[in-house]
T-cell receptor
Framework: GAGVSQTPSNKVTEKGKYVELRCDPI?????LYWYRQSLGQGPEFLIY????????DSGLPNDRFFAVRPEGSVSTLKIQRTERGDSAVYLC???????????FGQGTRLTVV | AQTVTQSQPEMSVQEAETVTLSCTYD???????LFWYKQPPSRQMILVIR??????QNATENRFSVNFQKAAKSFSLKISDSQLGDAAMYFC?????????????FGTGTRLKVLA
């Protein structure tokens, strides 16, 4: 694709529900990142994939958060038992290789009510 | 651990004037990248300019330039001839070259307002 695509653009869910956020990276990009941006803050690192494997998941806040990238392309960020504190913009970025410029998507705004 | 600090939550500049946004960082690595990203209301992070730490020359991209002071761990962004379209959040970011993951570490951002 022309750029990193994230769906949905906005998601409202009830506390306790399960949500999935999708990221379609630029075609051919092997590295993929997830970030979380809370209101008034800069993006915070969650997880990084190199190919299909999670090379670094040190930013995931707890075991309610999980991400997959089964075929080395599309990635899904999964959040179980959502809490109001999970409300944020979730940004995805991809890069051709791990040491090249990352391109960001427009993010998914998650609101937990 | 690496940190990035932006001490100016908000800045204003008159159209056509020059403004400088400040950023300091902390790292024990000797080789790394520094970036300035622009985030308009559309939320997409747009790369404005990048600096490689091993290069002494300050990066320049049209109206945007940086003042990189490696010893002081300072990385400021200068915007010349400010335009209304420059209004946005600006984030300073650090990325290591030896960390193994090349993850970006962002500051808290500076909101730039451009006054007509």
């Amino acid at each position: 694709g022309a750029g990193v695509s994230q769906t949905p653009s906005n998601k409202v869910t009830e506390k306790g529900k399960y949500v999935e956020l999708r990221c379609d990276p630029i075609s051919g990009h092997t590295a993929l990142y997830w970030y979380r941006q809370s209101l008034g803050q800069g993006p915070e690192f969650l997880i990084y994939f190199q190919g299909t494997g999670a090379a670094d998941d040190s930013g995931l806040p707890n075991d309610r958060f999980f991400a997959v990238r089964p075929e080395g392309s599309v990635s899904t960020l999964k959040i179980q038992r959502t809490e109001r504190g999970d409300s944020a913009v979730y940004l995805c970025a991809s890069s051709l290789m791990q040491n090249t410029e990352a391109f960001f998507g427009q993010g998914t705004r998650l609101t937990v009510v | 651990a690496q940190t990035v600090t932006q001490s100016q939550p908000e800045m204003s500049v008159q159209e056509a004037e020059t403004v400088t946004l400040s950023c300091t960082y902390d790292t024990s690595e000797s080789d790394y990248y520094l970036f300035w990203y622009k985030q308009p209301p559309s939320r997409q992070m747009i790369l404005v300019i990048r600096q490689e730490a091993y290069k002494q020359q300050n990066a320049t991209e049209n109206r945007f330039s940086v003042n990189f002071q490696k010893a002081a761990k300072s990385f400021s962004l200068k915007i010349s001839d400010s335009q209304l379209g420059d209004a946005a959040m600006y984030f300073c970011a650090y990325r290591g070259r030896t960390s193994g993951t090349y993850k970006y570490i962002f500051g808290t951002g500076t909101r730039l307002k451009v006054l007509a």
